[in-house]
């Protein structure tokens, strides 16, 4: 399975990128799908996820209301709608899937997601 991110940029503080991840494979096999970032000299870190159907989703604290997570089977994708960008949402972001046939049991975990994708740089300025 090979994940493709697209959509990173620039953007000023408080406007908003769209990032779209498509996937090699049928995405109705990959349970979950999302989004983790990684700030320059940071671990990374959870940021959001949708289950196949979309319609469970997690997202981080330092996200939640600012960002949305959606997929689209049918397309074989996954996106991440960010509004109101603050910079420290800066980094590079990495989209995750996993074929497991449950939910993650700890979807914040990185090691529940068995593909990484490339990862794409977002930049807030302030």
């Known amino acids: 399975v090979q994940l493709q991110a697209s959509g990173g940029g620039s953007a000023p503080a408080g406007g908003s990128l769209r990032l779209s991840c498509t996937a090699s494979v049928n995405t109705y096999y990959l349970y979950t799908m999302g989004w983790f970032r990684q700030a320059p000299g940071q671990e990374r870190e959870f940021v959001a996820t949708?289950?196949?159907?979309?319609?469970?989703?997690y997202y981080s604290d330092s996200v939640k209301g600012r960002f949305s997570v959606s997929r689209d089977i049918a397309k074989k994708a996954v996106y991440l709608e960010m509004n109101d960008l603050k910079p420290e949402d800066t980094g590079v972001y990495y989209c995750?899937?996993?074929?497991?046939?449950?939910?993650?049991?700890?979807?914040?975990?990185?090691?529940?997601?068995?593909?990484w994708g490339q990862g794409t740089q977002v930049t807030v300025s302030s």
């Open positions: 995750v899937a996993d074929d497991s046939l449950v939910p993650p049991a700890r979807p914040t975990r990185a090691s529940e997601y068995k593909y």
């Open positions: 949708a289950s196949r159907s979309g319609g469970t989703t």
